[in-house]
């Protein structure tokens, strides 16, 4: 474990962390007003590899091998110039900090780091931090890797759970919950949604789709499956006659058959490896799920709570009657499908060109 200390003047500014995968939907920005949750589960913290926040520079001021030397390789409109290797961790997993109320930003409902680190060290007054609680975007703080050092401490050291035990333990997200929003004149209000976290490891999951199909369509499994990539995978990619099968895949599954091209796998929650199958020979490509979307895919559970109705509590969750459906189709987050897709050497292939430019033109046919 480890805290992290201010390099000005070796202030703790943490608790005692462990250190896991950088959530998929760390960068997302969901709906209108939502008041989404803290990022980070408390005593741990993550390293956010891509910078993050201003300066920006706009495409056309980047030298195109500059772009791929810092991991991009297509068009997108503007790319950061900030710090890389910001640690994330939870707001309340912070200590010996003061917010600079002067480092608002443009937010309208709480902060978000536009203006830059917003949180300065007690002791030195070292900016050292920015806070992320506006409406839409998920709750955190960015240290900056500049300007704190990582110091261990004693404590226990925990081991990586296997892939078994993953299994056994690992919780499911469910892909439909209650969204709250900044309400009117009672308050909160809520509504019945698709997950925001589905909607993130979806976007990331459909680029790496795109990647796997060489231009080709993609079948995947019925059910929720289908529901999630299919319609996606149909009005992005050309129909021909040489489909490519895509299949759930990972550990206490069966060995998938040899003719299968793309393997949907999970991502280990705590390392943000890929699991891959025991015959590394295998020439499927891997398409990464975080572990709580993958568990739901390979074992749904039958219901999922909804918000009460009638005369009961707004915030009380009844697990009947059964669960209510969202009233729209599922749609990626297109900002996390983009982030992805344009990072992966692939995007320069020429088939992809058409499919980059149905995006950049807003014209993907309500897939996002």
Known sequence: MFVFVCAGCGAEL??????????????????????????????????????????????????????????????????????????????????????????????????????????????????????????????????????????????????????????????????????????????????????????AAAGKALAHLLIASQGHPVKVPGGLTADVFQRALDTLLPADSLTRAAVLAGPGLPSPNAGVDILLVPVHPQTGRTWTPADPTAPAYLVPLPLGVWLWLVDPDPTVPVSASGRTARDVLRDDPPPLLPNQLFRADRGTFQHTLVRLPAARSPWLRPILETLTQNTSAGLF
């Open 14 to 199: 943490t608790i005692p962390l462990s250190q896991v995968a950088l959530p998929v939907h760390a960068r997302q920005q969901y709906g209108n007003g939502a008041q989404l949750p803290v990022l980070m589960d408390s005593g741990t913290y993550a390293v956010d590899p891509d910078p993050w926040g201003r300066p920006w520079r706009m495409w056309d001021e980047i030298d195109p091998g500059e772009a791929e030397a810092r991991g991009v390789y297509a068009p997108v409109r503007a790319l950061s110039d900030g710090t890389t290797g910001a640690i994330v961790t939870a707001p309340g997993d912070i200590r010996g900090t003061r917010l600079m109320p002067e480092k608002r930003g443009g937010a309208c409902c709480g902060l978000d780091g536009a203006d830059g680190p917003n949180m300065a060290c007690e002791a030195c007054d070292l900016p050292v931090a920015t806070r992320i609680d506006d409406c839409s975007l998920w709750q955190m703080v960015r240290l900056g890797s500049d300007v704190v050092d990582r110091v261990p401490v004693d404590g226990i050291h925990a081991t990586p759970l296997s892939w078994a035990e993953l299994v056994e333990t690992g919780e499911k997200t469910p892909p439909f919950e209650p969204i709250t929003t900044w309400g009117g004149r009672a308050g909160s209000n809520h509504y019945w949604s698709w997950s925001p976290r589905w909607e």
